[in-house]
């Protein structure tokens, strides 16, 4: 189980009365991440274990404001202004989903920003929070299968589907885990 939540995330959380059921949300996102990023530790991969637990901690800050697709964004924006580390902030910004490109960003709405995971951090913080269903921890099955269940924008659904199949093959290469 995830140890104790740093003292700056529960202010945080507080500050911007973050609902219930996102602070448990992000409690099943870390521990499915920091459980990844300790596997890939041991498998001899340089992960940061304490970037992932805070950025996943706080990779749906911005659910404050929005439950929209514009969730991830305004994450980053408020980490941003409350002076967290980069690493932090790209985590959060690039959380969703399995990414999305400046052009797909764009044709969505938001900032024609790179919004894709980078670092390893970042990539097994977005593909935790995608086996994320409430505060429970699902499967990579059940979430493709969710992705299905979606009618609206289906071309941006076929991409992220596309690349969440490569960020599970990534995840589970460097892990020795499987999904």
């Given amino acids: 189980m995830l140890c104790l939540i740093p003292e700056s995330v529960k202010a945080l959380w507080e500050k911007y009365n973050l609902p219930e059921n996102v602070r448990e ?13 300790e596997a890939a530790k041991a498998k001899g991969y340089n992960v940061d274990i304490e970037a992932v637990r805070l950025g996943a ?11 929209g697709i514009d ?3 305004l ?13 932090i902030v790209r985590i959060a910004e690039r959380h969703f989903s399995s990414g999305v490109k400046a052009s797909e960003a764009k044709a969505l709405g938001l900032p024609a920003k790179d919004y894709m ?3 390893l951090e970042e990539k097994i913080v977005a593909f935790a929070d995608n086996l994320v269903f ?3 921890i699902g499967s990579f099955k059940e979430f493709m299968e ?3 269940d979606i009618k609206e924008q289906r071309w941006f659904v076929e991409r992220s589907k596309e690349r ?3 960020l599970k093959e990534e995840i589970e290469k460097v892990s020795g885990l499987k999904f």
């Fill in 25 to 37: 949300h992000c409690k099943a996102v870390a521990e499915l991440a920091v459980r990844i990023a």
């Fill in 57 to 67: 901690l706080l990779h749906d800050i911005g659910r404050a404001y929005s439950h």
């Fill in 71 to 73: 969730h991830f964004v």
């Fill in 75 to 87: 994450s980053g924006e408020i980490l941003r202004r409350e002076g967290f580390d980069g690493k």
């Fill in 117 to 119: 995971p980078e670092t």
């Fill in 134 to 136: 409430g505060g429970r």
């Fill in 146 to 148: 969710r992705l299905d």
């Fill in 164 to 166: 969440a199949v490569k």
